[in-house]
């Protein structure tokens, strides 16, 4: 039993180990500048982050596509997931519960491939014939320009500038949000439901409405177990792949509008890797992927702390 534990450590060892060897050609060329240089090309005085022709490799734009998609993601789902997490164990009925919690959970289930199909059947072009034409109007409107121009988010080089494809940052992040919504729920109804009874009726005995009662005696119990749900969603976030590749446009680019395409760390690996053609290409990739690997276990280790310091079976505290 205990070899069969210790071969979980083991596995990720070597997974490591791998990584770290076979990105040492980019590492030794580049080092850190790999995550935030670039050049420029001279003839169209623009940067230039990737390019395999050329030799030269720089992750700045993954890095950011994968960001951007994953805090749009977050605003989406977080408050979602928390109106989920206090219906299902607060305000349910008891015959609706079951069924809600079931098919919460079974989001998590389905293929990532899956949703990236349906994202481009269906959630695209909703966002290209409904959704972004409003964004864009509000934002692009002159008197928002007069008023919020200062922040550089409104007008044509703002949040919502640019052309309208419908693929971009913004479908990449609404995919993630309804991606990574049942396991924020999930893990926040768990925490919600660990904070003992007796806070909830010493809050209602002092006379407390009850929105008050799940305001102060649940959800400020299990605030801290909240936020280390959230940072578990933003770990799967970070390392979706497929659903992401078929929708964020797959270019190695940076803009601030939300409607132009991008690539992410993870999609960048799936859709280059089978096609590069010399040592150094891949040397990039998988320094790419050493970097999320890497990201992506101190996130859910951050997470699975929090979550663990509220439902260790300690009383909650009052403040």
Known sequence: MAVCAFSIFAIVILIATELVSQSQMSWSKVGFKFFYKFNVDPTTNLPLFWDPVNGDFYALPFLYGTLVSSLVALLIAVPLAIGVAIFLTEMSPRFLRGPLSFITELLAAIPSVVYGLWAIFVLVPLLREHINPIFIAVFNN?????????????????????????????????????????????????????????????????GATRWEMIRIAVLRNARIGIVGSVILGLGRALGETMAVAMVIGNAAEIHRSLLSTGHSMASVIANEFSEATSDMHRSALIEIGLALFLVTILVNGLARLLVWAVTRGTPARVN
Do not use: C, Y
């Not at 904070?195 to 809050?203: K, T």
């Open 142 to 206: 002159p008197t928002t320009v007069k008023l919020f121009g200062w922040t550089g988010l409104v007008g044509e080089d703002g949040l919502f500038g640019g052309v309208n494809l419908g693929l971009g940052l913004l479908a990449a992040g609404v995919i993630l949000a309804i991606m990574i919504l049942p396991i924020i729920a999930s893990l926040t109804r768990e925490v919600m439901s660990a904070v003992p009874h007796s806070q909830r009726e010493a809050a209602l005995a002092l």
